[in-house]
């Protein structure tokens, strides 16, 4: 449907305890990521995305969580264009969905 693959919560904290090594991307504002982290994420505002995604080293793996997963679904797009042989994903329904889980 959207052209990205996605990962569950569930997918995502699994692949996190198992050390894995994936970049888990928050796009959400810093204020919000700093009010309700997710642990193991970095964040990167998806207004400052665009100016890092060319020039950064990608992990095999990557993961981009949003709000409520759709604006990470374009993130990833574009992480996806620059990240070479990365495998990038979506988190489905965001840190909302995360929350839940």
Known sequence: MSGVDERT????????????????VDIRDREDFEDAPIDGAENV??????AVVEEREWADEVIVSCYIGE???QAARLIDHYADDAEVA???????AWDDA
């Open 71 to 73: 604006t990470s679904v």
């Open 90 to 96: 979506s988190m489905t329904g965001g840190y909302e």
């Open 9 to 24: 919560p569930e997918e995502v904290r699994a692949r996190l305890a198992a050390d894995a090594e994936i970049d888990l």
């Open 45 to 50: 505002p998806v207004d400052e995305l665009e």
